[in-house]
């Protein structure tokens, strides 16, 4: 079982930047890939990116491809979201996941899950 917790979520105006961070303690983050995932009030949970193990390649979803960044730090165990740019329509609930294969877009084909992280972009 590995256990995922998220932070670095608030509240930022219109325009800002937030860095997410997703870490674990259990095991070896590196042997994983990590997606993020968000879902607004009344929303379906929706990608945002993934990066692959190894090489680290990364995937974004349209919405945010150009203002968002995933890195991975696997020495210390912690994957992050920088977000730049931020719109009020990227406030929501922040997850990120994991999953032994490849990327993937859709959610329940991860494994692991944090608890979410609230972000709220004010206009």
């Known amino acids: 079982q590995v256990q995922l917790v998220e932070s670095g979520g608030g509240l930022v105006q219109a325009g800002g930047s937030l860095m997410l961070s997703c870490a674990t303690s259990?095991?070896?983050?590196?042997?994983?890939?990590v997606g993020w995932f968000r879902q607004a009030p009344g929303k379906e949970r929706a990608f945002v990116g993934a990066?692959?193990?190894?090489?680290?390649?990364?995937y974004y979803a349209d919405s945010v491809k150009g203002r968002f960044t995933i890195s991975r730090d696997d020495a210390k165990n912690l994957v992050y979201l920088q977000m730049n740019s931020l719109k009020p329509a990227d406030t929501a609930a922040y997850y990120c996941?994991?999953?032994?294969?490849?990327?993937?877009?859709?959610?329940?084909?991860?494994?692991?899950w944090g608890q979410g992280t609230q972000v709220t972009v004010s206009s």
């Open positions: 259990e095991r070896t983050l590196g042997n994983y890939v």
């Open positions: 990066i692959r193990r190894s090489s680290g390649a990364t």
């Open positions: 996941a994991a999953r032994n294969w490849a990327p993937s877009t859709r959610d329940y084909e991860y494994d692991y």
